[in-house]
Protein backbone atom coordinates (compact mmCIF):
# COMPACT_ATOMS: atom_id res chain seq x y z
CA UNK A 1 0.00 0.00 0.00
CA UNK A 2 1.11 3.88 -0.21
CA UNK A 3 3.87 4.59 2.45
CA UNK A 4 4.24 7.89 3.99
CA UNK A 5 7.83 8.42 5.20
CA UNK A 6 8.36 11.02 8.35
CA UNK A 7 11.92 11.91 9.38
CA UNK A 8 13.68 12.15 11.73
CA UNK A 9 10.79 10.01 13.92
CA UNK A 10 12.37 11.75 17.12
CA UNK A 11 14.37 14.94 17.56
CA UNK A 12 16.00 16.30 20.56
CA UNK A 13 17.45 19.90 19.79
CA UNK A 14 18.74 23.20 22.33
CA UNK A 15 16.07 25.55 22.53
CA UNK A 16 16.95 28.36 19.90
CA UNK A 17 17.85 26.18 17.27
CA UNK A 18 16.39 25.21 14.24
CA UNK A 19 14.83 21.93 13.47
CA UNK A 20 13.60 19.90 9.53
CA UNK A 21 11.07 17.01 9.56
CA UNK A 22 10.68 16.00 6.12
CA UNK A 23 7.73 14.30 4.75
CA UNK A 24 8.01 11.80 1.48
CA UNK A 25 5.04 10.24 -0.33
CA UNK A 26 7.53 6.64 -1.74
CA UNK A 27 4.88 5.08 -4.12
CA UNK A 28 2.45 8.37 -5.58
CA UNK A 29 2.41 11.93 -6.13
CA UNK A 30 1.07 13.86 -3.58
CA UNK A 31 -0.06 17.65 -4.59
CA UNK A 32 -1.50 18.53 -1.09
CA UNK A 33 -0.03 17.42 2.11
CA UNK A 34 -1.31 18.46 5.30
CA UNK A 35 0.89 19.10 8.73
CA UNK A 36 -0.60 18.39 11.89
CA UNK A 37 0.74 18.86 15.51
CA UNK A 38 -0.31 16.74 18.41
CA UNK A 39 -0.44 17.45 22.13
CA UNK A 40 -0.20 14.25 24.43
CA UNK A 41 -4.19 12.86 24.67
CA UNK A 42 -5.01 15.05 22.45
CA UNK A 43 -6.43 15.19 19.24
CA UNK A 44 -4.51 16.55 15.66
CA UNK A 45 -4.52 19.95 14.94
CA UNK A 46 -4.02 21.49 11.75
CA UNK A 47 -1.56 23.66 11.11
CA UNK A 48 -1.41 24.35 7.59
CA UNK A 49 -1.90 22.82 4.11
CA UNK A 50 0.97 22.39 1.78
CA UNK A 51 0.67 22.38 -2.35
CA UNK A 52 3.41 21.93 -4.43
CA UNK A 53 4.95 24.78 -6.37
CA UNK A 54 2.92 27.69 -3.96
CA UNK A 55 2.64 28.95 -0.54
CA UNK A 56 1.21 26.58 2.12
CA UNK A 57 -2.01 27.92 3.78
CA UNK A 58 -1.71 28.06 7.39
CA UNK A 59 -4.02 27.61 9.82
CA UNK A 60 -5.57 31.00 12.22
CA UNK A 61 -3.15 30.90 15.25
CA UNK A 62 -0.29 29.17 13.75
CA UNK A 63 2.59 31.42 12.80
CA UNK A 64 3.92 31.14 9.30
CA UNK A 65 7.31 32.45 10.08
CA UNK A 66 8.12 29.83 12.91
CA UNK A 67 6.63 26.80 11.17
CA UNK A 68 8.27 27.22 7.73
CA UNK A 69 7.14 24.97 5.11
CA UNK A 70 8.27 23.93 1.77
CA UNK A 71 6.94 21.48 -1.13
CA UNK A 72 8.91 22.05 -3.48
CA UNK A 73 8.43 18.50 -5.29
CA UNK A 74 4.89 16.40 -5.70
CA UNK A 75 6.66 13.69 -3.52
CA UNK A 76 8.65 16.18 -0.47
CA UNK A 77 7.10 18.59 1.76
CA UNK A 78 9.50 19.64 4.66
CA UNK A 79 8.34 21.51 8.12
CA UNK A 80 11.23 23.79 9.84
CA UNK A 81 10.79 24.94 13.16
CA UNK A 82 13.05 27.96 13.92
CA UNK A 83 14.45 28.76 16.84
CA UNK A 84 12.51 26.28 18.35
CA UNK A 85 11.40 26.69 22.24
CA UNK A 86 10.43 24.05 24.44
CA UNK A 87 6.96 25.05 23.96
CA UNK A 88 7.47 23.53 20.55
CA UNK A 89 7.85 20.17 21.66
CA UNK A 90 4.80 18.18 19.90
CA UNK A 91 4.54 15.33 17.47
CA UNK A 92 4.47 16.27 14.58
CA UNK A 93 2.52 14.34 11.53
CA UNK A 94 2.11 15.20 8.15
CA UNK A 95 -0.12 13.57 5.82
CA UNK A 96 -0.07 13.45 1.79
CA UNK A 97 -3.26 13.11 -0.28
CA UNK A 98 -2.52 10.43 -3.41
CA UNK A 99 -2.98 13.16 -6.45
CA UNK A 100 -4.80 10.72 -8.75
CA UNK A 101 -7.15 8.89 -6.30
CA UNK A 102 -7.76 11.61 -4.13
CA UNK A 103 -6.65 8.94 -1.00
CA UNK A 104 -5.00 10.37 2.44
CA UNK A 105 -2.16 8.57 4.21
CA UNK A 106 -0.32 9.98 7.06
CA UNK A 107 3.34 9.15 7.94
CA UNK A 108 4.30 7.83 11.47
CA UNK A 109 4.91 10.96 13.28
CA UNK A 110 8.02 12.76 14.20
CA UNK A 111 8.53 13.67 17.99
CA UNK A 112 10.40 16.79 18.36
CA UNK A 113 11.36 17.99 22.26
CA UNK A 114 13.10 21.10 22.92
CA UNK A 115 15.51 21.19 26.00
CA UNK B 1 -17.53 25.48 10.34
CA UNK B 2 -17.96 22.26 10.98
CA UNK B 3 -17.18 20.61 14.44
CA UNK B 4 -16.94 16.78 15.32
CA UNK B 5 -18.30 16.05 18.89
CA UNK B 6 -16.81 12.12 20.00
CA UNK B 7 -18.09 9.62 22.63
CA UNK B 8 -16.74 8.32 24.90
CA UNK B 9 -13.31 9.72 25.44
CA UNK B 10 -12.26 6.51 27.18
CA UNK B 11 -13.45 2.81 26.47
CA UNK B 12 -13.01 -0.32 28.42
CA UNK B 13 -14.54 -3.64 27.11
CA UNK B 14 -14.00 -7.22 27.59
CA UNK B 15 -11.74 -8.65 25.34
CA UNK B 16 -13.92 -10.53 22.73
CA UNK B 17 -16.73 -7.94 23.90
CA UNK B 18 -18.01 -5.42 21.39
CA UNK B 19 -16.70 -1.42 21.01
CA UNK B 20 -18.71 1.28 19.66
CA UNK B 21 -18.09 5.13 19.73
CA UNK B 22 -20.01 7.59 18.42
CA UNK B 23 -19.24 10.96 16.52
CA UNK B 24 -21.80 13.42 15.83
CA UNK B 25 -21.22 16.41 13.10
CA UNK B 26 -22.89 19.91 12.45
CA UNK B 27 -22.21 20.65 8.74
CA UNK B 28 -24.71 18.05 6.81
CA UNK B 29 -22.49 19.52 4.04
CA UNK B 30 -19.85 16.85 5.07
CA UNK B 31 -19.95 13.85 2.97
CA UNK B 32 -16.56 11.76 3.78
CA UNK B 33 -16.16 10.32 6.91
CA UNK B 34 -13.59 8.41 7.84
CA UNK B 35 -11.77 6.23 11.29
CA UNK B 36 -8.21 6.14 12.47
CA UNK B 37 -6.33 3.85 15.04
CA UNK B 38 -3.77 5.68 16.33
CA UNK B 39 -0.76 3.37 18.51
CA UNK B 40 1.48 4.74 21.09
CA UNK B 41 3.67 7.28 19.12
CA UNK B 42 2.89 6.46 15.92
CA UNK B 43 1.00 8.50 12.65
CA UNK B 44 -2.92 7.74 12.53
CA UNK B 45 -3.95 4.60 10.11
CA UNK B 46 -7.37 4.51 8.65
CA UNK B 47 -9.01 1.97 9.38
CA UNK B 48 -12.30 2.37 7.79
CA UNK B 49 -14.36 4.95 6.26
CA UNK B 50 -17.81 6.15 4.55
CA UNK B 51 -19.02 8.24 2.28
CA UNK B 52 -22.30 10.03 2.53
CA UNK B 53 -24.25 8.11 0.07
CA UNK B 54 -24.13 4.76 2.33
CA UNK B 55 -25.63 3.79 5.46
CA UNK B 56 -23.40 1.39 6.93
CA UNK B 57 -20.26 -0.51 5.69
CA UNK B 58 -18.19 -3.48 7.12
CA UNK B 59 -15.00 -4.68 7.00
CA UNK B 60 -14.17 -7.85 9.09
CA UNK B 61 -14.84 -6.65 12.71
CA UNK B 62 -15.01 -3.58 11.80
CA UNK B 63 -18.20 -1.38 10.83
CA UNK B 64 -19.19 2.26 10.39
CA UNK B 65 -22.77 3.05 10.66
CA UNK B 66 -24.25 6.76 8.98
CA UNK B 67 -27.61 8.32 10.11
CA UNK B 68 -27.25 11.56 7.89
CA UNK B 69 -30.59 12.70 8.48
CA UNK B 70 -29.65 12.98 12.57
CA UNK B 71 -25.76 13.75 11.93
CA UNK B 72 -23.96 11.22 13.58
CA UNK B 73 -22.01 8.25 12.61
CA UNK B 74 -20.49 5.41 15.03
CA UNK B 75 -17.29 2.77 15.13
CA UNK B 76 -18.19 -0.95 16.00
CA UNK B 77 -15.31 -2.89 16.54
CA UNK B 78 -16.89 -7.11 17.39
CA UNK B 79 -14.74 -9.56 18.70
CA UNK B 80 -12.62 -7.08 20.56
CA UNK B 81 -8.65 -8.24 20.77
CA UNK B 82 -5.94 -6.94 23.01
CA UNK B 83 -4.29 -5.54 19.53
CA UNK B 84 -7.34 -3.59 19.15
CA UNK B 85 -6.45 -1.51 22.22
CA UNK B 86 -5.53 2.23 20.86
CA UNK B 87 -6.62 5.53 20.21
CA UNK B 88 -9.69 5.80 17.65
CA UNK B 89 -10.48 9.47 16.26
CA UNK B 90 -13.60 9.70 13.99
CA UNK B 91 -13.06 12.71 11.21
CA UNK B 92 -15.52 14.21 8.72
CA UNK B 93 -14.81 16.40 5.50
CA UNK B 94 -16.73 18.47 3.49
CA UNK B 95 -14.91 18.81 0.07
CA UNK B 96 -12.39 16.74 -2.00
CA UNK B 97 -10.09 18.76 -1.04
CA UNK B 98 -9.55 16.50 2.41
CA UNK B 99 -9.34 19.14 4.98
CA UNK B 100 -10.15 16.91 7.96
CA UNK B 101 -12.61 18.32 11.10
CA UNK B 102 -10.91 15.72 13.80
CA UNK B 103 -12.78 14.31 16.71
CA UNK B 104 -11.07 14.47 20.26
CA UNK B 105 -10.37 10.56 20.29
CA UNK B 106 -11.12 8.07 21.98
CA UNK B 107 -8.90 5.59 24.30
CA UNK B 108 -10.22 2.10 23.88
CA UNK B 109 -8.78 -0.38 26.66
CA UNK B 110 -9.28 -4.17 25.81
CA UNK B 111 -9.44 -5.96 29.56
CA UNK B 112 -7.93 -9.33 29.25
Known amino acids: GAVVSQHPSWVICKSGTSVKIECRSLDFQATTMFWYRQFPKQSLMLMAT?????????EQGVEKDKFLINHASLTLSTLTVTSAHPEDSSFYIC???????????FGEGSRLTVL | GENVEQHPSTLSVQEGDSAVIKCTYS??????FPWYKQELGKGPQLIID???NVGEKKDQRIAVTLNKTAKHFSLHITETQPEDSAVYFC???????????WGAGTKLIIKP
Open chain 1, 50 to 58: SNEGSKATY
Open chain 1, 95 to 105: SAMDSITGELF
Open chain 2, 91 to 101: AASMGSNYQLI
Open chain 2, 27 to 32: DSASNY
Open chain 2, 50 to 52: IRS
